[in-house]
C-alpha cells in the first residue's frame, strides 16, 4: 500500500466516523463532566499521596 492508498484510506475511513458520529446531549455531557472530573480528582490525590510519601521519607 503507497501513500496514496493510505491517505485516500484515511480521509474514507474519516468521512465515515464523521457520518456516525453525533454531538451529546446535555445530559449525556453532564454525566461525561462527572466522569471526567472525578477521574481528574483520582488521579490528582494518587498523586498527593506519593509526593506526600515520597517528602516524609525523605526522596
Known amino acids: 500500500m503507497n501513500v496514496q492508498e493510505s491517505f485516500n484510506k ?25 466522569v471526567v472530573s472525578i477521574g481528574v480528582l483520582i488521579v490528582g490525590a494518587i498523586g498527593f499521596v506519593i509526593v506526600l510519601a515520597g517528602s516524609l521519607i525523605g526522596l
Open 10 to 34: 484515511f480521509i474514507k475511513d474519516s468521512k465515515r466516523v464523521l457520518k456516525v458520529s453525533r454531538k451529546p446531549d446535555l445530559q449525556e455531557y453532564k454525566e461525561l463532566a462527572k
